[in-house]
Nanobody, 125 residues
Framework: QVQPVESGGGLVQAGDSLRLSCAASGSTFGSYAVAWFRQAPGKEREFVASIRWSGGGTWYGTSVKGRFSIMKDRAISAVVLQMNSLESEDTAVYYC??????????????????WGQGTTVTVSS
């Protein structure tokens, strides 16, 4: 079992950058895919980005493509979400999720087995 643990949320201004990190507590990501989802107040959970820990491939949600980057930091065994050019619409709780989705389900939250507690990102305009 993999328990994802998020860190790095906070309050920033529009246009700023922020870096979120997801580490595997008690295990490693191994052959899993790791994704970031977010949920803003009153809205459904939204896919942000995902990456396969072993092997290639990254996927991005439409609203963050070109501004956010997901990457592996093997030195600390974590998946990092680099968020640039933040907008007020990026305000949400960001969750790290771990699973074994196929390509067609990479953006589906039901394809992920383990979820972190979430970290809050607030972007002021």
């Amino acid at each position: 079992q993999v328990q994802p643990v998020e860190s790095g949320g906070g309050l920033v201004q529009a246009g700023d950058s922020l870096r979120l990190s997801c580490a595997a507590s008690g295990s490693t990501f191994g052959s899993y895919a790791v994704a970031w989802f977010r949920q803003a107040p009153g809205k459904e959970r939204e896919f942000v980005a995902s990456i396969r820990w072993s092997g290639g491939g990254t996927w991005y949600g439409t609203s963050v493509k070109g501004r956010f980057s997901i990457m592996k930091d093997r030195a600390i065994s974590a998946v990092v979400l680099q968020m640039n050019s933040l907008e007020s619409e990026d305000t949400a709780v960001y969750y790290c999720a771990v699973g074994r989705p196929i390509v067609s389900t990479m953006q589906n939250p039901e394809a992920y087995y383990y979820w972190g507690q979430g970290t809050t990102v607030t972007v002021s305009s």
